[in-house]
């Protein structure tokens, strides 16, 4: 599933409309030769009411599945937030009298430039075990606890300083928590089969008709296919084609280069 995931938003839109259209054409050849034309008018009698409970089922659960990775994007974007707000904060706290700013802004820096370098797509933004990464993160640890540890720092900038990068972990823990999330297998399977059953039972329906009235049923497909295209497009956001934007942590990175953490 991450690999399909994964594809460029392009891909997957004309994937899934081609796979759509084509389910759609085939179901109606199939239903054409399966399905004697003096038993049409009763496939149609069984068909009708069953139309409502497909759609129905489809688009209740691709509304509320789209709404919920929608939200855990937005929420994916607040810990990017929050992990850049927490960088700026121990910045500051570096700043403090009887602190040593340089290698902690230095040991930070360094931090988070492997992070977006190293840590920010693909298996490693969910793994976490990238060396350069962890080995930086390792390094800024012991420079802020030995800074808060130098006699003459007293014990509020001492706390500022520990609680800081304390902070800063358990972002990277929680980032690295929600991009090792991924669509649950089966969920995307059910979506599927009623979207293929409705564009069945649609076809179905349309039997009795020309070649013309089946455009109803290629809409049905488009909107289909756009749909599970979207679903795959937000299910990963450190993988796929829509992902979270980095810009708050470079805007940190930003921020310490050009020196503007300074008392």
Known sequence: MVWLTSLPAAVLIIGGLAAALLFAIGARLALRVLIPATQRDSVYSIADPLMTAFA?????????T???EAQLLASAQGI?????????????AATSPGVNPAP???ALLGYLRATRAYEWQGDNAADGDDPATSHALAGLERVVRAQA????????????LL??????????????????RQLPVFYVVVLVVAGAASITNATAL????GWRNTFSVGGLAVVIGLSIALLFALGTPWRGSITVSGQPIDAVVQDLNTGYFQR
């Open 66 to 68: 789209l709404a919920s």
């Open 80 to 92: 990017v937030s929050n992990e850049a707000a927490d960088a700026a904060r121990l910045a500051w």
């Open 149 to 160: 540890a130098r006699p003459g720092v007293t014990t509020p900038t001492s706390s500022e």
């Open 163 to 180: 609680t800081s990068v304390d902070a800063l972990t358990d972002d990277r823990r929680a980032r690295l928590a929600a991009a090792s």
């Open 206 to 209: 349309a039997l009795r008709s």
């Open 56 to 64: 129905g089922l489809f688009a209740l659960m691709m509304a509320l």
């Open 104 to 106: 902690i802004q230095s």
